[in-house]
T-cell receptor
Framework: GQNIDQPTEMTATEGAIVQINCTYQ??????LFWYQQHAGEAPTFLSY????GLEEKGRFSSFLSRSKGYSYLLLKELQMKDSASYLCAVAGGNTDKLIFGTGTRLQVFP | GAGVSQSPSNKVTEKGKDVELRCDPISGHTALYWYRQSLGQGLEFLIY????????KSGLPSDRFSAERTGGSVSTLTIQRTQQEDSAVYLC?????????????FGSGTQLSVL
């Protein structure tokens, strides 16, 4: 079967660094996405990893280890506006759709 | 259009009624996806279109759910004889082409409440 696990909720302080983990078990692998979703809004694309390693994009970085079935999203210099749900999604091998985890709700406090 | 547009944004209906949810993808996007998001759950895949064809309907929960796409553009998701468990946010997304590395552009969703 296909399974994606990520923590349900996390909290952090403004200005801090937070790491959101995602582990997956899928039939085949064609890349892993992270999306951000503010309450009541549409998910928006953050990152895509298909090769092992770290991809950095401003305050956000995403890491992938295919051998471990593991990814993380790293958010630096947290701002209040980063309070949102972060969705991990995997493109499997023989599927034409993304499989999403349940999302991690991040709350940033002053 | 500039983005993916969904209507209505909110729909309240009585159990047993039929509902139609509409999605206008980004102009030129050939692939269109429907997902469902229930409270505390991840996005659940329902159906996807490539052009007007639906190669993958595997996520439709029951035969009460159907979808069509016309002119390679607008899509309608129809739920017949709605049940309370159908209450959720229905999200539509489109991509320029169907490929594993294509990022999804989502609409803001239709919040469906079945009383």
């Amino acid at each position: 079967g296909q399974n994606i696990d990520q923590p349900t909720e996390m909290t952090a302080t403004e200005g801090a660094i937070v790491q959101i983990n995602c582990t997956y078990q899928t039939s085949g692998f064609n890349g892993l996405f992270w999306y951000q979703q503010h309450a009541g809004e549409a998910p928006t694309f953050l990152s895509y990893n298909v090769l092992d390693g770290l991809e950095e994009k401003g305050r956000f970085s995403s890491f992938l280890s295919r051998s471990k079935g593991y990814s993380y999203l790293l958010l630096k210099e947290l701002q209040m506006k980063d309070s949102a749900s972060y969705l991990c999604a995997v493109a499997g091998g023989n599927t034409d759709k993304l499989i999403f985890g349940t999302g991690t709700r991040l709350q940033v406090f002053p | 259009g500039a983005g993916v547009s969904q209507s209505p944004s909110n729909k309240v209906t009585e159990k047993g009624k039929d509902v139609e949810l509409r999605c206008d993808p980004i102009s030129g996007h050939t692939a269109l996806y429907w997902y469902r998001q229930s409270l505390g759950q991840g996005l659940e895949f329902l159906i996807y279109f490539q052009g007007n064809s639906a190669p993958d309907k595997s996520g439709l929960p029951s035969d009460r759910f159907s979808a069509e796409r016309t002119g390679g553009s607008v899509s309608t998701l129809t739920i017949q004889r709605t049940q309370q468990e159908d209450s959720a946010v229905y999200l539509c997304a489109s991509t320029l082409r169907q490929a594993p590395n294509e990022k999804l552009f989502f609409g803001s969703g239709t919040q469906l409440s079945v009383l």
